[in-house]
């Protein structure tokens, strides 16, 4: 069954607003998730049609915490939920949202699209995010508007702050201590996948530095020895 889908096809008057190929990518970063409780983090409720969307997706006892700057937005919360006013810029606002109801399994930032607002947003709400928890930032072809902070490789977009993510992923295969240090930030993100304009980062706390097997025989030789390549002293140590 595609939920989303079906969904879509019986919703109410409370008016969702999403790109809809946003919903294939939902089944495939989310579904293993549906039969759990989880705790649910979405930026951005306009008029509330992703409330009972979010709600039907996953398990009934599931924390689903909404964020909006509008004061109008609270009078869309519904049992089982609960919608609060804020700004996704403001750092002290998004430590008590972590501090009341986090940790969060997944966020999605759908809120302002300012390339600024979706940094700060991941900076406070990553580390608030539990292990094998999914970062969702929606709407990234904002990091070409120069009017959202964008355009084309504009440093401060946040496709090019995700680019840097990546980076940092890989920083424990440095071999360019001086330019491209090891940072113990990369170690928790597990993968950042690029759709169109759409983010997807997910973490894992306890990765640790790859292991590398050569099989043959029925015979596994497992070793981390790429990292020691070229002399090089392991940052692990
Ligand atoms: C694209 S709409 C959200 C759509 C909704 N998630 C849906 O699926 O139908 C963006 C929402 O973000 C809110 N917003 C804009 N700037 C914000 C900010 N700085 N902090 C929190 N919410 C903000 C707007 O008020 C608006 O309701």
């Not at 937005?73 to 609060?84: H, I, P």
């Not at 169109?196 to 050569?214: C, F, G, Q, Y």
Request: aromatic letters at 14%; hydrophobic letters at 35%; one cysteine or more.
């Amino acid at each position: 069954m595609n939920y989303f889908k079906d969904f879509v096809e019986n919703t109410d008057h409370r008016k969702l607003c999403k790109w809809i190929h946003y919903f294939e990518v939902y089944e495939r970063e989310l579904s293993h998730l549906r039969d759990k409780d989880i705790s649910f983090l979405e930026i951005g409720v306009y008029k509330g049609g992703s409330i009972p969307m979010w709600k039907g997706f996953f398990k009934k006892a599931s924390n689903l915490i909404f964020i909006d700057i509008e004061e109008s937005c609270s009078a869309l919360q519904e049992n089982g939920t609960n919608v609060l006013i804020g700004d996704q810029s403001d750092e002290t606002f998004l430590s008590k949202v972590i501090q009341d109801y986090g940790p969060f399994d997944v966020v999605i930032d759908d809120g302002s699209h300012l390339c600024s607002h979706q940094i700060i947003s991941f900076e406070k709400l990553w580390p608030a995010l539990t292990d094998n928890g999914i970062y969702i930032v929606e709407d990234t072809h904002s990091s070409y508007w120069p009017g959202f902070g964008g355009g084309y490789r504009n440093e401060s977009s946040f496709i090019e702050y995700s680019k840097r993510l990546v980076d940092k992923m890989h920083s424990w295969w440095t071999d360019q201590d001086d330019v491209f240090p090891y940072d113990p930030f990369g170690q928790k993100i597990n993968g950042v996948r690029f759709y169109d304009s759409m983010v997807v980062l997910t973490k894992r706390a306890d990765r640790e530095r790859p292991i590398e097997i050569e099989v043959a025989n029925g015979k596994i030789a497992a070793s981390r020895n790429a990292f020691e390549l070229r002399g090089r002293k392991s940052i692990f140590k």
